[in-house]
Antibody
């Protein structure tokens, strides 16, 4: 059974960098046919797609965040990561990592989510 | 960006009765490969989203058959044949046809 687990600091200071890791267990991150993404949800609000990385290493980001975001993959650790620079209070959210099989088109496996608060 | 608009934003329902949620996209979601990457997600309170429906009308593994999806092009619907207590929560449509992927605002399903 595939599982995804987000990890990282729950509190980040304004102007600093938010760094999260998603550890994938029960399956390999480096097989073709899947992409891996980050989605966030501010408290009490809806879902926002942040970006996606394919097994090839190609990345796609939300234009609203593109200048500040980097998603990378570490196949040796079966993990992928999110870095978001120059954070503000508006970046406070629950951050989810998720898998998207190409054949489904939808995200079929999600992590439990981790709340990141931006505050001094 | 493709804008996804859900209606209603809140839906009070009676248990055992049918219900439906609509989702409209600002442009066609038909991909160049012929597929339409419109999915529906359920989010129960305090839980991560869960995939219910993919490619308009395909129920994901383990999803009860009281959930059904339909539509074409730019207009899509999630239907409940009869609402059960465990269905209370938020429902989102999402398009993955074109980057950036975008979500509807969410519809809150609640019991009357």
């Amino acid at each position: 059974q595939l599982q995804l687990q987000e990890s990282g600091p729950g509190l980040v200071k304004p102007s600093e960098t938010l760094s999260l890791t998603c550890t994938v267990s029960g399956g390999s991150i480096s097989i073709s046919g899947y992409s891996w993404g980050w989605i966030r949800q501010p408290p009490g609000k809806g879902l926002e797609w942040i970006g996606t990385i394919f097994y090839s290493g190609n990345t796609y980001y939300n234009p609203s965040l593109e200048s500040r975001v980097t998603i990378s993959v570490d196949t040796s650790k079966n993990q992928f990561s999110l870095k978001l620079n120059s954070v503000t209070a508006a970046d406070t959210a629950v951050y989810y990592c998720a898998r998207r099989p190409w054949v489904l088109g939808g995200h079929d496996q999600w992590g439990q989510g981790t709340l990141v608060t931006v505050s001094s | 960006d493709i804008v996804m608009t859900q209606t209603p934003l809140s839906s009070p329902v009676t248990l055992g009765q049918p219900a439906s949620i609509s989702c409209r996209s600002s442009q066609s979601l038909v991909h160049s490969d012929g597929n339409t990457y419109l999915s529906w997600l359920q989010q129960r309170p305090g839980q991560p989203p869960r995939l219910l429906i993919y490619k308009i009308s395909n129920r994901f593994s383990g999803v009860p058959d009281r959930f059904s999806g339909g539509g074409t092009g730019t207009d899509f619907t999630l239907k409940f044949s009869r609402v059960e207590a465990e269905d209370v929560g938020l429902y989102y449509c999402m398009q993955a046809t074109q980057f950036p992927y975008t979500f509807g605002q969410g519809t809150k399903l609640e019991v009357k």
